[in-house]
């Protein structure tokens, strides 16, 4: 009786491990923070983009790591509203060489941490 609750207990924490693992990297595929100077050199920007930038890049990472923390159905529809956003403001921003860059590379980011369906 002994070793089967032994043996039920260290099953229990070992499904707790993954689960807390597992929703470790959950949250870690949402985290969209990225070097703003980075992406600035990246598109090019000017001194009046990097900051309209980095404020809608601040609004879309932190909708990001909202959307993480619901179930699988909201989070997905969540993601696809802050993304949508995202885009929207980045087009008043940026020029159409810059906006054809930066899709290529939020869609590039999306699709390496698995989120874009």
Same mark, same amino acid.
């Given at each position: 009786?002994?070793?089967?609750?032994?043996?039920?207990?260290?099953?229990?924490?070992?499904?707790?491990?993954? /689960?807390?693992? =597992?929703? #470790? @990297?959950?949250?870690?595929?949402? *985290?969209?923070?990225?070097?703003?100077?980075? %992406?600035? &050199?990246?598109?090019?920007?000017?001194?009046?983009?990097?900051?309209?930038?980095?404020?809608?890049?601040?609004?879309?990472?932190?909708?990001?790591?909202?959307?993480?923390?619901?179930?699988?159905? /909201?989070?997905? =529809?969540? #993601? @696809?509203?802050?993304?949508?956003? *995202?885009?929207?403001?980045?087009?008043?921003? %940026?020029? &159409?060489?810059?906006?054809?860059?930066?899709?290529?590379?939020?869609?590039?980011?999306?699709?390496?941490?698995?989120?874009?369906?």
């Amino acid at each position: 009786m002994i070793l089967t609750m032994v043996a039920m207990l260290s099953m229990t924490m070992a499904f707790a491990e993954n /689960e807390n693992a =597992a929703s #470790v @990297n959950n949250v870690e595929a949402y *985290d969209m923070s990225v070097n703003i100077v980075k %992406l600035s &050199e990246a598109l090019a920007l000017n001194a009046d983009q990097v900051e309209a930038v980095k404020e809608i890049h601040h609004t879309f990472a932190a909708e990001m790591l909202f959307a993480a923390q619901y179930n699988k159905d /909201e989070r997905d =529809a969540r #993601v @696809n509203e802050a993304v949508t956003k *995202d885009i929207k403001w980045m087009r008043y921003v %940026l020029n &159409e060489k810059q906006m054809h860059k930066y899709l290529m590379l939020l869609n590039a980011t999306l699709n390496n941490r698995g989120l874009n369906k």
